[in-house]
């Protein structure tokens, strides 16, 4: 592997699966990351992939992607994504791009949904189409 992707992922995203099917579906974390590491794979980059319930923890892996070397941060920062301000100062002091990823669409949910602090620093959103989402962004990472 010539390079890795940090996939993180935040809040409540352990409990895909059984967490409100009918928005999120019901594939598992670990099918996305089996799914994230085989996709990867293809395309000759290596995955770290990790899971928090912690905004604080989502920002030290965003300094540490950029310590690594990561090729890019795909992250689906869930319910942080419009609410953390900490979030968005993170992905904008770092230089290894950032791609936005989310199983639903938030712009067809509740109107709070509607605005995301850390798709102001990400160069590109992936969102609505499940693990799809993150196979897309994966690609798009890919040919950074």
């Not at 990351?33 to 085989?38: D, P, S, V």
């Not at 989502?58 to 609410?83: F, M, R, S």
């Not at 968005?88 to 989310?102: C, F, G, M, R, S």
């Amino acid at each position: 592997m010539t390079s890795t992707l940090f996939i993180l992922n935040g809040p409540n995203l352990n409990l895909l699966g059984t967490r409100e099917p009918e928005i999120y579906g019901t594939t598992t974390l670990a099918e996305i990351e089996a799914a994230c590491i085989e996709k990867a794979r293809k395309h000759g980059v290596g995955v770290d992939f990790r899971q928090t319930n912690h905004e604080g923890v989502l920002v030290d892996w965003l300094h540490e992607a950029q310590e690594a070397g990561a090729k890019a941060v795909i992250i689906n920062a869930a319910a942080y994504t419009h609410t953390s301000i900490a979030l968005l100062d993170a992905a904008k002091a770092i230089t290894v791009p950032v791609i936005e990823v989310h199983l639903s669409d938030p712009q067809t949910r509740e109107d709070f949904r509607h605005r995301s602090f850390i798709g102001e620093a990400a160069v590109a959103c992936f969102k609505g189409a499940g693990l799809g989402s993150y196979l897309e962004a994966i690609e798009a990472a890919s040919s950074l």
